[in-house]
């Protein structure tokens, strides 16, 4: 099963109740996160499958899982758009 992790190189901070990952050092994009993006960011340090961050997501929050899914899905998608996943 295909597993998914970011890059390394990124901090979270919070900045006016907004979650940032900043990069360390030159290059790289500032990405802003949402709570529930915020929560699978923490969790991809180390890689997770959709299954994994889907029981994250819907353990913390009250969403149906196919919509959870749905949502990830399109998260991994921009973050693999934006060449913020590690291979």
Known sequence: MESYKVKPGYV???IAEEYL???VGTGGEIVILNPVSKLLWERMQAPQTLDELTAAVTDEYEIDPAEARNDILA???N???SNLLAE
Do not use: I, M, Q
Request: no cysteine.
């Open 12 to 14: 979270l901070r919070e």
């Open 21 to 23: 990952a900043v990069p």
């Open 75 to 77: 998260f991994l998608t």
């Open 79 to 81: 973050l693999k758009n």
